[in-house]
């Protein structure tokens, strides 16, 4: 493994990929799977189908997207999301990174909308798995009952095509649309992120969010999945 390769198979405070949890849940999903291609794919559906996509998860502090901590709770939103393959694939030997992108979401709630005041999401997270010495995106950001609901077919992953947004829903509706790429990282960057919602969202929108968060732990009265579709 060269030694540009091995920072992305290193632990770090949040992609804990060397915790006692985190390397349990990766082996119980891989066991008796010898290739990484194979491993990758098994990975990617147990964080998009087995934790649950939640936007109003909390996301100013490191610990929020702590990888052991985000598995723990079952749900996140697309960087957690992004936070647990990457330390799962790490745990199974396989590099992995984070890349970031602003995005504007077309199919949204009602709700969602007034709290973000906007249909951009910005720094909207995914996934890149060294595999078959190539690089391939993943982005397990919604779970398949979410995308139901919302008429949007679920993204596959075979290990070996990217699997990003479609432009579209499964009405020819506008879907998601690729705004501008921020990177990759072998970590994930807390302060840029909490930067630039501030900057895309208001610094008073962003400060009452934190507040909230830090008053009560939650946003008690958001469910996402009960929330108002909108188009």
Known sequence: MSEALAVYLSP????????????????SVTKGIEGDVEKAVLLYYAVRDGLRYDPYYPFFKPEHYR??????????????KASVLCALARASGIPARLGFADVKNHLSTRQ???????????????????????????TPAFNREL???HRVLPLEFNGREDSMFQPFNMDSQRFIEYVRYHGVFADVPVDSIVQAWKEAYGLGRVEEWIRTFEASGTLAARDF???????
């Open 12 to 27: 770090t405070s949040i992609i804990d990929s060397e915790d006692t949890e985190v390397i349990a849940f990766a082996r």
């Open 112 to 138: 969602l909308r007034q709290y973000m005041g906007s249909d951009l999401f910005v720094y909207h997270g995914f996934n890149e798995l060294y595999l078959e010495n190539r690089w391939v995106k993943a």
């Open 225 to 231: 999945n009960r929330e108002e579709v909108v188009d």
């Open 67 to 80: 990888a052991s901590l985000v598995l723990k709770s079952a749900r996140g939103y697309c960087v957690s």
């Open 147 to 149: 995308c139901e609901r």
